[in-house]
């Protein structure tokens, strides 16, 4: 088995393969990361190392709606959208429609997806029409117009159920026909508090047993909703107005779009759940398995259901600790979701990073606390019999890339901490993703 890293701005995008003991391979792509990102570093590779093998994907899980890992996803079903329309007519002597080569290469065949849509994971109902009917305006009005990268600058709840509608309607049986939850018969996916055996689900040779969300998470996030309705009825109906004056066909501004900003709180301390968001609450997380080698996928989750969802599926051992070979820290290394319990009860051989220093992720408490953790005094140390092991930091960018100052500052920050943590233990390594690679791979 092997986690391929892709380079992916701020966001998630990474890849599960294991031969299928027939000469191919089976894999799992877990989110998208951006556009951009998605485009330069993710399609050429599904392209080059899948499509042309005469491979497929699986299974294309997105852990959940915030925009820096489904914006990517998007882009995959615009690309396969554009695929499908010119191969009808190229593959059509009769055809006469003056259709261009897309300019991005073709991704694969995607078997089936696990996505908790918004209307089907929310239960939402009437909870919401303003804002549901509100996101299906700017989809209709400005579908031709529409900038992804307008719509990344706006991180928020808002823009995130954009997404996820489209994603929604992009994977509809008319147009392209993507298998929904088929392991949950198109409901929603989610921990089952009550059989294991609905957790677990087989990909080829690859065991994955679902850890999150719970039904209660999934509720909080309806009421969350509900409350932000209440909150923002008077902008709302302002928001009307302006697609009311807005000619047909043309953009929205940013100052349109922004009226529905959600400004996020600081993190009072590490590992608190109070300080998360209720959508990164509702993570799709899962431990995976393939020939006594494990990968622990985490989205945006907290620490707290992470190890919850872990206890329920009965995957600690007996001192409640649980050692793998690779986990993706969750939410890019953010305090709000991470403290030094989890540390010390979740051990890897490899921890991931996704992001690229925004909003200084990952955060030097996290760091501090994973290295304690292994490194650390009696009362810091995991009881893991695997502390003892080397184990290696892997990132998704670097701080040569081409990134904000204040991006840049961070990472080279957290360069210069793990380079002294380096030259004392030398059974620890870090590895930024090299400036002239869109990938790095961890073959286990």
């Known amino acids: 088995m092997k986690l391929t890293i892709f380079r992916s701005s701020k966001g998630d995008a990474l890849l599960i393969s294991h031969p299928d003991g027939n000469g191919k391979n089976n894999h799992i792509l877990v989110d998208g990361g951006m556009k951009t990102s998605f485009k330069n570093s993710v399609a050429p590779y599904l392209n080059k190392e899948i499509k042309e093998n005469d491979e497929i994907i699986d299974l294309l899980c997105v852990s959940h709606i915030d925009n820096d890992h489904i914006v990517g996803i998007i882009t995959l079903m615009e690309l396969l959208s554009q695929w499908r329309v010119f191969n009808h007519h190229d593959n059509n002597p009769n055809s006469t429609a003056n ?133 923002h009825s008077e902008e709302l109906k302002e928001f009307y107005a302006d697609l009311s004056l807005t000619a047909l066909n043309q953009p929205l501004s940013m100052d349109q779009l922004s009226q529905l900003l959600i400004n996020s709180g600081t993190v009072s301390k590490l590992g608190d759940r109070d300080d998360v968001t209720t959508p990164n609450l509702a993570s799709i997380m899962f431990l995976v398995e393939a020939e006594g080698k494990t990968i622990l996928m985490t989205g945006d989750g907290h620490s707290d259901d992470i190890i919850k969802g872990l206890k329920k599926n009965k995957k600690l051992s007996s001192n409640k600790t649980l050692h793998v070979d690779v986990l993706k820290i969750q ?32 955060e030097e408490a996290v760091i501090d606390a994973i290295c ?18 080397p184990f290696t930091f892997w990132f998704s960018a670097n ?19 793990l380079k002294a943590f380096n030259a004392l233990h030398s059974d620890f390594e870090f590895k930024f993703m090299p400036t002239n690679k869109h990938s790095q791979v961890i073959a286990l």
């Open 331 to 362: 939410h890019h290394g953010a305090s709000a979701n991470i403290d030094e319990n989890f540390c010390k009860t979740i051990t890897a051989n490899h921890y991931v990073f996704c992001g690229n220093g925004t909003h200084t992720n990952p």
């Open 372 to 389: 304690n953790s292994r490194k650390g005094t009696e009362s810091q140390k995991s009881e893991n019999e695997e502390v003892d092991q």
């Open 399 to 417: 701080p040569d890339d081409k990134l904000t100052g204040r991006q840049k500052a961070h990472l080279t920050n957290i360069s210069i901490k």
């Open 99 to 231: 259709v261009t080569k897309p300019k991005v290469a073709e991704p694969p065949f995607i078997k089936s997806i696990w996505h908790n849509s918004f209307a089907k994971a929310y239960d939402l109902g009437d909870a919401l029409p303003k804002v549901t009917q509100a996101l299906q305006s700017i989809e209709q009005m400005t579908a031709n117009f529409i900038d992804t990268e307008l719509f990344e600058k706006v991180n928020d709840r808002a823009t995130s159920v954009k997404d996820g509608i489209t994603l929604s309607q992009r994977i509809r049986p008319e147009q392209l026909n993507i298998e929904l939850n088929p392991e949950y018969n198109g409901k929603i996916v989610k921990c089952n508090q009550s059989s294991i055996h609905k957790n677990e689900h087989v990909v080829g040779a690859i065991n994955l047993s679902v850890i999150g969300p719970f039904s209660s998470d999934l509720t909080d996030l309806k009421n969350d909703w509900i409350k932000w309705e209440k909150a």
